[in-house]
């Protein structure tokens, strides 16, 4: 079968596509004929081996398919060994989900890592009160997009978007931000606090650098700031803990494979009230183009160029 294999670390460069051996489910897991692979800024990271776990080679990347298993159900899969980028895929059979009728396959990706994400951080790591401001960095991504919908679903009183471009932020407006700002300001603290007219109460960050720094000097007393990336390839500065009771403020992390780790099901019930909310008209998945998976480097290159919006797709039959 078609696939796209690593066997150096590198670039967008080191994706080929190439032929190799057909995968064969074992027990607890079930192949799935792919119909559609996701595409995450994480992805990125793994290929040049900078991700939060080491990567051997030769690999197959890819964390998420959509598609059906050889006994008709459609579902979508997280693929916590990788493997994605290809016809088809063995997932386990615990991390594979139903897809509603009426979800396309955009929408089930959207949902399974950006969307849980956006969920978790203002469930769980912000705790999202009714009039509390948000602010979005990067809110016309993959998680950014749908952090805004459901933040103001949420009863949230003011979500601040940040965007690096015109359309960008008029993207966040359209999904319901109230006011974009420009990510490249030069002090991302005062930008903050004018577009909110008061310190903030809630920071999404997947940037780091000088973002994150000035977003932590911009957090209302007990505001809380939750750090999920580092898009920007730059670590903020450390934090000195005394600093954090000028405010009483939180910085948090989150990195989704942990919620796995929790008892019950947080996972399974952030996925199934997101699908309902897109069955209902109450979140829409935003597109950021699909390519052929021949063309995983041109996708990669759009990613880290970090000049995309919302979901990116490969289609495996091209």
């Known amino acids: 079968m078609r696939a796209?294999?690593?066997t150096e670390f590198g670039g967008p460069e080191v994706l080929k596509a190439v032929e190799v051996p057909e995968?064969?489910?074992g027990p607890g897991q079930v192949l799935i004929d792919v119909t559609r692979i996701g595409l995450n800024y994480a992805d990125t990271h793994q290929v040049e081996n900078s991700y939060q776990t080491p990567t051997r080679l030769p690999f197959v990347p890819g964390g998420e398919v959509v598609g059906r298993t050889p006994d008709g159900r459609r579902v979508v899969a997280l693929l916590a060994g990788g493997g994605g980028y290809a016809e088809r895929a063995v997932a386990e059979e615990a991390m594979t989900f139903p897809v509603p009728d009426g979800v396309d396959d955009l929408t089930a990706l959207s949902m399974l890592v950006q969307g849980t994400t956006a969920w978790i951080l203002l469930r769980k790591n912000a705790h999202l009160e009714?009039?509390?401001?948000?602010?979005?960095?990067?809110?016309?991504?993959?998680?950014?997009?749908?952090?805004?919908?459901?933040?103001?679903?949420?009863?949230?009183g003011r979500v601040v978007a940040t965007a690096s471009s015109d359309e960008k932020r008029s993207l966040a407006l359209e999904l319901g931000a109230d006011v974009a700002v420009d990510s490249?300001?030069?002090?991302?603290?005062?930008?903050?606090?004018?577009?909110?007219?008061?310190?903030?109460?809630?920071?999404?960050?997947?940037?780091?650098?000088t973002t994150t720094d000035q977003s932590v000097a911009a957090l209302a007393p007990?505001?809380?700031l939750v750090f999920y990336g580092m898009a920007g390839r730059t670590p903020p500065k450390p934090i000195e803990l005394r600093n954090l009771l000028g405010h009483s403020t939180t910085v948090a992390g989150m990195w989704l494979p942990h919620v796995f780790r929790l008892?019950?099901?947080?996972?399974?019930?952030?996925?199934?009230?997101?699908?309902?909310?897109?069955?209902?008209?109450?979140?829409r998945?935003?597109?950021?183009?699909?390519?052929?998976?021949?063309?995983?480097r041109v996708a990669h290159e759009a990613l880290r160029s970090r000049g995309t919006v919302?979901?990116?797709?490969?289609d495996p039959t091209r």
């Open 23 to 25: 995968p064969t489910a």
């Open 285 to 296: 998945a935003v597109s950021g183009g699909e390519y052929a998976l021949s063309d995983a």
């Open 4 to 6: 796209v294999q690593v």
């Open 310 to 314: 919302g979901k990116l797709l490969l």
């Open 263 to 283: 008892p019950g099901d947080l996972y399974g019930t952030a996925l199934t009230e997101l699908f309902d909310l897109a069955q209902s008209g109450g979140l």
């Open 184 to 209: 490249r300001a030069d002090d991302m603290t005062a930008t903050l606090i004018d577009a909110n007219g008061r310190r903030v109460d809630i920071v999404l960050d997947m940037v780091g650098g």
């Open 222 to 224: 007990f505001g809380r």
């Open 130 to 156: 009714p009039g509390e401001s948000v602010v979005v960095h990067a809110a016309a991504g993959g998680v950014g997009t749908i952090a805004v919908q459901l933040a103001k679903a949420w009863g949230a």
